[in-house]
C-alpha cells in the first residue's frame, strides 16, 4: 500500500489548485478564507491516512488478456480522517464547509487518475488505455466490488448498496496496453453527461512530454503560472 501521491498533497493548499476549486464551483469573494480553512483541515488528515493501492485484476478472466493488454484493480482513498470532519461539520449545522470539503476531495481524486497514470508510465513497460468502472458496463458489474476490495486492502469496504468506504474514495479497473498509439483520455472521455461538472469533449491538451493527454481543466491545473483575472490569491490573505 502506498501514501497517496504526494506532490498532489503538496500542492493542495496552493492557489493553482484552489483557484480551480473556488471558480469550478462558483464561490463568491467572501468564501476565500472559508474554502482555504477547510483545506487546511483537511491537509493533515489526508497527509495521515490518504493511500491507493494497485494489482493484478481479479475481475479479468486470465483468457481475456492477451500480450499486449493486461488489467489490474486500483483504489484510491483520501481516508476515514475527511468522513470524520464531514460529520463534525454537519453536527454544527456548517452545510457549506460540508459542501467545501466534498468539492475539495473530488477534485484531488480526479487528479489521482493522471498520477496513476503517470506511475505506470514511470515504472513498468506499459500504460494506462482505458479505465473501468464497476456497475458502468455489462463485463464489469458492480457486483465484484467486494471481491475486488478484499483483495487490495482492509482499509476499504463496501455496504450491501456497494456504497464504499471511507466514503471519498474510487475503485476501478485499469486496461494497461503496450500499444503505443492508444493512450488514455481521462476518465471522462465519451461520457455524455453534458451537465457534469467534469464534462469535457474530445478536445484534450497534452502535456508537454506527450506521455499523458489531459483536457483542458487538467492542463490548466498543471500550468505553473495562471491567467491573471483579477482574482487575489486563495492562500491565506484575499
Known sequence: ?????????????????????????????????????????????????????????????????????KYEDVVMSLGNGLDHLQESYNKKGLLSEI???????????????????????????????????????????????????????????????FCILPKKSVAFVAQLTQDKEIHCEGICAGCQSKNCQNYVTKDFQHRKDGKIPLHYGYHRIFKKSMKKDGSPPLSGTP
Open 99 to 161: 459542501y467545501m470539503l466534498q468539492n475539495l476531495a473530488s477534485e484531488l481524486l480526479m487528479l489521482g487518475y493522471p498520477s496513476y497514470n503517470q506511475y505506470i508510465e514511470n515504472n513498468l513497460d506499459w500504460h494506462v488505455a482505458n479505465y473501468h468502472f464497476l456497475g458502468s458496463e455489462k463485463e464489469f458489474p458492480l457486483e465484484m466490488l467486494p471481491k475486488l476490495l478484499k483483495g487490495l486492502t482492509p482499509k476499504m469496504t463496501c455496504n450491501e448498496a
Open 1 to 69: 500500500m502506498a501514501a497517496f501521491f504526494s506532490d498532489l498533497l503538496d500542492d493542495f493548499l496552493k492557489d493553482t489548485f484552489l483557484h480551480r476549486v473556488f471558480k469550478k464551483f462558483h464561490y463568491g469573494k467572501t468564501q476565500w478564507e472559508e474554502l482555504y480553512g477547510v483545506a487546511k483541515e483537511m491537509l493533515p488528515l489526508m497527509r495521515k491516512e490518504a493511500f491507493w493501492e494497485r494489482r493484478k485484476s481479479c475481475c479479468i478472466h486470465k483468457c481475456q488478456e492477451h500480450t499486449h493488454v
